[in-house]
């Protein structure tokens, strides 16, 4: 991506589209982005484009939208981890595109998409977006959604994370507060943020910080998906610093509050 930092920090949600097609040049870039799309946990997640008019898809909440990208995922752990983490990717680049998206998990009928996907026996799909051009000026509703939840808001980095142990706010050199600039201004279900890093012994250690009503067994853990974007936009952000990830899943076994639980580590090599 050639301005990951313009991307992210310009990137909006989108729920009200201009009803034009994505053009086949795009849809074809689309198509070709999501070939290169992988995550750190080796979980194989199908991402498939469905044509909202072809598979009578709608959602309540959007106007206008004439394609949808759903990511399948088989239903093991980390399942919804992996598919933020690999969706994201392709989010953040349909915007560098001119495309706009926003991530839902329960205002559509979930019967429909997962029918239009192919979902089978085993498998999860915890999300959908649309894909779309922006229209030039929002619906009413949708300025009150935003308004509703605060969305142009983000908590302060000392909130967010931590040296050492929970809590303790965490000073960053100039290049990684960078980094987790962009893991503050990542989309998350009703920007409740849920994403927590303790930085220790070299590593940065992702939690999630739980919210309740966002656990069903239809959809999995809604807040683990928000914390695979995190962390897509932490590697991300490492990656354009000419840095590599190193993720990995064992626990620093920090003391954490009773609402958190650990989700990966990251080393920046």
Aim: aromatic share 8%; hydrophobic share 40%.
């Amino acid at each position: 991506m050639e301005n990951l930092k313009e991307t992210v920090m310009g990137r909006k949600s989108v729920r009200t589209f201009d009803g034009n097609p994505v053009s086949e040049e795009h849809r074809k870039a689309l198509e070709r982005c999501i070939e290169g799309i992988s995550n750190p946990f080796g979980i194989p997640v199908e991402i498939v484009l469905m044509d909202a008019d072809e598979c009578g898809l709608s959602s309540p909440v959007l106007s206008g939208e004439k394609l949808y990208v759903a990511g399948k995922v088989p239903k093991k752990p980390y399942a919804d981890v992996a598919i933020g983490y690999s969706l994201e990717q392709l989010v953040l680049y349909a915007w560098s595109l001119g495309i706009g998206t926003v991530w839902i998990g329960g205002t559509m009928k979930r019967d429909l998409f997962e029918k239009a996907a192919g979902l089978k026996e085993g498998e999860m799909m915890p999300c959908v977006s649309p894909l779309g051009y922006p229209a030039e000026k929002r619906s009413i509703k949708e300025a009150m959604m935003r308004k509703g939840i605060g969305a142009d808001s983000r908590f302060p980095m000392g909130k967010l994370f931590f040296d050492t142990e929970w809590g303790r706010a965490l000073t960053p050199d100039d290049e990684m507060a960078e980094v987790l600039e962009l893991v503050r201004w990542a989309p998350s279900a009703v920007n409740k943020q849920p994403w927590r890093i303790i930085f220790k012994d070299g590593a940065y250690h992702f939690y999630e910080k739980k919210d309740k009503g966002y656990v069903s067994e239809a959809v999995g853990d809604m807040q683990k998906v928000d914390l695979g974007i995190a962390l897509c936009h932490f590697v991300m952000g490492l990656e354009d610093k000419g840095k590599k990830a190193q993720v990995s899943v064992c626990n620093p076994g920090i003391k954490i509050p009773e609402d958190a639980e650990y989700i990966a580590s990251v080393k920046a090599l």
